[in-house]
């Protein structure tokens, strides 16, 4: 499966971002999918995660509430709503794919990862 993200930019702490992730190449419902963030200097990390339906979803601590994962089958896209954004989560992130019954959060077991959309939160 082929990965597409976008929606990335530049915004003021406070704001809102949506960044999207668009699959091509295979059957959208057999993966699970994931939002992964590597800032300057760091290693990728974990945002969230959601299962094949949309109904099970999980986040990192550092989320606390302020972002969202979904899914759109029927468009073949992720979404990640983010909110309140704040400096520390400037970042390029990235989605991700696999074909695992349950979601997970551990970065190497995804096989399929788009290129990446810089997100960048000012103070």
């Known amino acids: 499966v082929q990965l597409q993200a976008s929606g990335g930019g530049l915004v003021q702490a406070g704001g809102s971002l949506r960044l999207s992730c668009v699959a091509s190449g295979r059957t959208f419902t057999r993966y699970i999918m994931g939002w992964f963030r590597q800032a300057p200097g760091k290693e990728r990390e974990f945002v969230a995660a959601?299962?094949?339906?949309?109904?099970?979803?999980d986040y990192s601590d550092f989320v606390e509430g302020r972002f969202t994962i979904s899914r759109g089958n029927a468009k073949n896209t992720v979404y990640l709503q983010m909110n309140s954004l704040k400096p520390e989560d400037t970042a390029v992130y990235y989605c991700?794919?696999?074909?695992?019954?349950?979601?997970?959060?551990?970065?190497?077991?995804?096989?399929?990862w788009g290129q990446g959309t810089l997100v960048t939160v000012s103070s």
């Open positions: 991700a794919a696999d074909d695992s019954q349950f979601i997970y959060r551990g970065r190497d077991g995804y096989d399929y």
């Open positions: 959601v299962n094949w339906s949309g109904g099970i979803t």
